[in-house]
């Protein structure tokens, strides 16, 4: 069952933890029927957390303890 969790004037963010999705609703006009909805799972919804907080260091100068792994081992 779908719950509201967040409610702006021009999108909302609903949950379900029965099957532990998330849902994103955009209205970028005043009609309902521009309406989209984005859809994602668990694991999809943790890779957009962590790509926000890359992004958020990368905007606030910060180094991590640890480096990603993003380049090929020699």
């Known amino acids: 069952m779908w719950e509201s969790v967040l409610k702006k004037e021009h999108w ?3 949950v379900n ?5 998330i ?4 209205d970028p006009s005043e009609t309902k029927e521009e309406r ?3 859809e994602l799972d668990q694991s999809e919804l943790f ?3 962590h ?3 890359s992004i958020n ?5 910060e180094t991590m303890y640890y480096d990603d792994l993003e380049t090929d081992p020699v």
């Open 23 to 26: 849902q994103i609703h955009v």
């Open 36 to 38: 989209i909805f984005l």
């Open 17 to 21: 933890p029965d099957n532990k999705s």
């Open 12 to 14: 909302e963010i609903q």
């Open 51 to 53: 790509t926000f907080l």
């Open 57 to 61: 260091r990368s905007f606030n100068n």
């Open 47 to 49: 890779e957009l957390l």
